[in-house]
């Protein structure tokens, strides 16, 4: 296999997927060509870049859980959404008489 061909089958090698002949053939190269080995730091680090750069799945969101209101509950939040406003007009009158 000639240096070309290896450093074309880098990536492969980086990732674990070429047939195991070739992968001891380009271990073997490695120890003592030191080319070789800066392509396969090269090819690893590519491939941890672009692994950050991939978005993870969205997770789903939760679904709103119903539960039951009673009648009475909810006269009671018109009352005190009612009475925040009768506080909210006091204020801004008491505002301008200042």
Known sequence: MTQE???DRMP????GTLPPQEAMAI????KDDARLTEEL???LRLR???QSWE???PRMAPRPVEVPVSDSLLRGADMLKSALRTVG???RLA???I
């Open 41 to 43: 730091l090269f090819c």
């Open 89 to 91: 007009s006091s204020l």
């Open 55 to 57: 978005i993870p799945p």
């Open 27 to 30: 271990a073997r190269a490695l």
């Open 48 to 50: 941890e870049v672009t």
């Open 5 to 7: 061909e290896m450093l």
């Open 95 to 97: 505002g301008k008489m």
């Open 12 to 15: 492969r090698f980086a990732q």
